[in-house]
């Protein structure tokens, strides 16, 4: 490795990556546990032998689908998420709780249940840590494409916060400026609309 000429760090190579790696634990101590997420205490003991506590926060992983029609418009669900208190423009999305089950497999389920629609064509996008400072959470984003709708018979209904979800068709060259102006700004959306476009770009 070489340093950079003048400024702290080093100059990395095309092959750089995230890489596993893991300090000893010395204590885990369980604080909560649901079927969605649990919260632990770890104290993790770092190369100089100095202990430190650090929460970590396991929800179920997740997933997100950029579903796009045959004008290339977007689909986005508007939905209620009370712990920003906002309704937010957002993918079709939603977490592996059912046992056994695959990220696409998860991913075909949740565009049924929350858009009422089947994608003749999916494909792997994107993996992501969703906040690796305290949580465990992985997101795997696909694209679906050749879109029809689930028939009425089969649909399922919707409860909560979905059963008011709202579903928006956006160009996907607007959605790519409503991110850019903050319009849209939840992180799992704002990283597959950004990485759709450059993957465009190539």
Not at 107 to 136: F, M, V
Request: aromatic share 6%.
């Amino acid at each position: 490795m070489t340093d950079h000429p003048h400024l702290p760090g080093k100059l990395a190579g095309s092959i750089l990556s995230d890489a596993e790696a893991s300090w000893p634990v010395s204590s885990s101590e369980s604080k909560y546990e649901s079927p969605y997420v649990s919260l632990g205490i770890d104290t993790i003991v770092a190369p100089d032998g100095a202990e430190h506590a650090r929460a970590v926060v396991s929800p179920n992983h997740a997933i997100g689908i950029l579903a796009l029609d045959d004008e290339d418009r977007l689909l986005l669900v508007e939905q209620y998420r009370h712990p920003v208190r906002r309704r937010l423009l957002e993918i079709p999305a939603g977490t592996l709780d059912v046992p056994g089950e695959s990220a696409l497999d998860a991913s075909i389920r949740e565009l049924a249940e929350e858009a009422d629609l089947i994608a003749g064509h999916w494909e792997p996008q994107l993996k992501l840590l969703a906040t690796p400072g305290y949580s465990t959470e992985a997101w795997q984003v696909f694209t679906a494409t050749d879109l029809s709708p689930v028939p009425e018979a089969d649909r399922i209904a919707r409860h909560a916060e979905e059963a008011d979800m709202v579903q928006w068709w956006m160009p996907f060259d607007e959605a790519v400026d409503a991110v850019l102006a903050g319009r849209i700004s939840d992180s799992l959306t704002v990283a597959a609309i950004l990485a759709a476009q450059v993957l465009r770009s190539k």
